[in-house]
T-cell receptor
Framework: GAVVSQHPSRVICKSGTSVKIECRSLDFQATTMFWYRQFPKQSLMLMATSNEGSKATYEQGVEKDKFLINHASLTLSTLTVTSAHPEDSSFYIC????????????????FGNGTRLTVT | KQEVTQIPAALSVPEGENLVLNCSFTDSAIYNLQWFRQDPGKGLTSLLLIQSSQREQTSGRLNASLDKSSGRSTLYIAASQPGDSATYLCAVRLSGNQFYFGTGTSLTVIP
């Protein structure tokens, strides 16, 4: 089955530093990947849609200068949390939808295992 | 705005019981609905995907139904096992890329 690999699974960083999270589709191509954030006991919230070869689309309230997204290839998207602060501590999950033919959009989402970010 | 609600928030059942998890959504103009499983501190595993034109999907002991007109979906788990213990999330997708997740049902199956 389709596998999405997310790395690292856990990261602890100091306030003010930047952290990069990678999301790879291992056995399929994904022109579109999604980044979510989940706070404890809350729903997953979509942060941005990552489009291969173009700029990401950010959801309302998400700072694009703080959460930099790069989707340089059909199998890799990265999320960089810049100048991290303790309030950025959260669980970040990426997902990808397999691009099939013209990309019907009806294929299921496949999720990475998530990254637990702790900013001290 | 689409709101997705899952009831109950938590459920504890003895092993072997059949159970039903509920998901309701406010905007019936959905593209599809997907059920996921989330283990503590981990990502999501897709269980079943139901297109808007479908009424149900089955995979092993799992059966998911969709009633768009009433804004409801159910996930039926037959003969529950301790390994089924996890949080179950439903997510609805509208015509764009936006997915709306419920807050989940935390299931504990007691051996």
């Amino acid at each position: 089955g389709a596998v999405v690999s997310q790395h690292p699974s856990r990261v602890i960083c100091k306030s003010g530093t930047s952290v990069k999270i990678e999301c790879r589709s291992l056995d399929f191509q994904a022109t579109t990947m999604f980044w979510y954030r989940q706070f404890p006991k809350q729903s997953l919230m979509l942060m941005a849609t990552s489009n291969e070869g173009s700029k990401a689309t950010y959801e309302q309230g998400v700072e694009k200068d703080k959460f930099l997204i790069n989707h340089a290839s059909l199998t890799l998207s990265t999320l960089t949390v810049t100048s991290a602060h303790p309030e950025d501590s959260s669980f970040y999950i990426c997902s990808a939808r397999e691009t099939r033919g013209g990309g019907t959009g009806s294929s299921p989402l496949h999720f990475g295992n998530g990254t637990r970010l702790t900013v001290t | 705005k689409q709101e997705v609600t899952q009831i109950p928030a938590a459920l504890s059942v003895p092993e072997g019981e059949n159970l039903v998890l509920n998901c309701s959504f406010t905007d019936s103009a959905i593209y599809n609905l997907q059920w996921f499983r989330q283990d503590p501190g981990k990502g999501l595993t897709s269980l079943l995907l139901i297109q808007s034109s479908q009424r149900e999907q089955t995979s092993g002991r799992l059966n998911a139904s969709l009633d768009k007109s009433s804004g409801r979906s159910t996930l039926y788990i037959a003969a529950s096992q301790p390994g089924d213990s996890a949080t179950y999330l439903c997510a609805v997708r509208l015509s764009g890329n936006q997915f709306y997740f419920g807050t989940g049902t935390s299931l504990t199956v007691i051996p």
